[in-house]
Nanobody, 115 residues
């Protein structure tokens, strides 16, 4: 069983920065893909950023150039650095990990961007 725990959400003004992180209960070396999704009220959950075991990164068009996903193998974490935040970035952000054909989700962390 794998657990993913998000942290670092909060309230920030538009134009500001926030860093959220996802801590895995086991080494992240065995994950085929790790990423961040978000879900705003009344909307479907959408991909924000993803990184594969080979190091390929994929970003939603709406966050390209503003968000950066990375991996910390020593801490088994997946940080997401979010810069130039906009009110439309407001959502619950979920960590995702895919390992051996199974997709795991964290409980989510709220990010609110005020205008």
């Amino acid at each position: 069983q794998v657990q993913l725990v998000e942290s670092g959400g909060g309230l920030v003004e538009a134009g500001g920065s926030l860093r959220v992180s996802c801590a895995a209960s086991r080494t992240i070396l065995g994950f085929n893909a790790l990423g961040w999704y978000r879900q705003a009220p009344g909307k479907q959950r959408e991909l924000v950023a993803q990184i594969t075991s080979g190091g390929s990164m994929n970003y939603a068009d709406s966050v390209k150039g503003r968000f950066t996903i990375s991996r910390d193998y020593a801490k088994n974490t997946v940080p997401l650095q979010m810069n130039s935040l906009k009110p439309e970035d407001t959502a619950v952000y979920y960590c995702m990990g895919r390992r051996a054909g199974v997709t795991y989700w964290g409980q989510g962390t709220q990010v609110t961007v005020s205008s």
